[in-house]
């Protein structure tokens, strides 16, 4: 049960796109279509942003996208803002009833 | 609202056990599995354990297999992890989270693997420590 593989860390200008990626295997990310994104605020709670690969909770800003290939996953913020830098994670449903997150990265926006 | 509110962090010295609750409302609590996902200092996520919505199915990270075990009340709509044989590697936040959406008795084990985390508790603070 290794973690998903992020870089550790991104940076934009405000106005940009960053993307982050979130590599597994076979039995986690490419195995099934249960990718989750979550943001979080330094001392605060994680904050649910895209499931299902590419799907969007309502409140979320179409800003945040989601997709995958292969055994990534990735999620874009278009058009960055400040209020957008936060650590991000990624999670995956990884077969047997496990669940498995990524090691985080941090978004920043210069 | 949803609210999951956890409690019972501390400190606790290695070997001893400690049991946290998480308390819910806004929601069916009976209708939704749940799970415990845990945050070291600085560090990461880890997905700690998940039960169904029911407590009859519940599965665990190998991390804390045989030491954890999580449950719940229904009528006390609670969420509990009870943890044995602490050790300092347990040091971390602990987050009860619910299921974006569930299947009851539809899904085998009765689990929605597929539903994401939608909603987080603020968390509670277990500090393994002699």
């Known amino acids: 049960q290794s973690a998903l593989t992020q870089p550790r860390s991104v940076s934009g200008s405000p106005g940009q796109s960053v993307t982050i990626s979130c590599t597994g295997t076979?039995?986690?990310?490419?195995?099934?279509?249960?990718v989750s994104w979550y943001q979080q605020y330094p001392g605060k709670a994680p904050k649910f942003m895209i499931y299902?690969?590419?799907k969007r909770p309502s409140g979320v800003p179409d800003r945040f996208s989601g997709s995958k290939s292969g055994n990534t996953a990735s999620l874009t913020i278009s058009g960055l803002q400040a209020e957008d830098e936060a650590d991000y994670y990624c999670?995956?449903?990884?077969?047997?009833?496990?669940?498995?997150f990524g090691g985080g990265t941090k978004l920043t926006v210069l | 609202q949803v609210q999951l509110v956890e409690s019972g962090g501390g400190v606790v010295q290695p070997g001893r056990s400690l049991r946290l609750s998480c308390a819910a409302s806004?929601?069916?609590?009976?209708?939704?599995?749940m799970h415990w996902v845990r945050q070291a200092p600085g560090k990461g996520l880890e997905w700690v354990a998940v039960?169904?919505?029911?407590?009859?199915?519940?599965y665990y990270a190998d991390s804390v297999k045989g030491r954890f075990t999580i449950s719940r009340d229904n009528s006390k709509n609670t969420l509990y992890l009870q943890m044995n044989s602490l050790r300092a590697e347990d040091t971390a936040v602990y987050y009860c989270?619910?299921?974006?959406?569930?299947?009851?008795?539809?899904?085998?084990?009765?689990?929605?693997?597929?539903?994401?985390?939608?909603?987080w508790g603020q968390g509670t603070l277990v500090t393994v420590s002699s």
């Open positions: 999670c995956s449903y990884a077969g047997s009833y496990t669940w498995l």
């Open positions: 076979s039995s986690d990310v490419g195995g099934y279509n249960y």
């Open positions: 299902d690969v590419s």
């Open positions: 989270a619910k299921f974006k959406s569930d299947c009851g008795d539809n899904c085998p084990k009765k689990m929605a693997v597929y539903s994401p985390l939608d909603y």
């Open positions: 039960i169904s919505y029911d407590g009859s199915n519940k």
């Open positions: 806004g929601f069916t609590f009976s209708s939704y599995g």
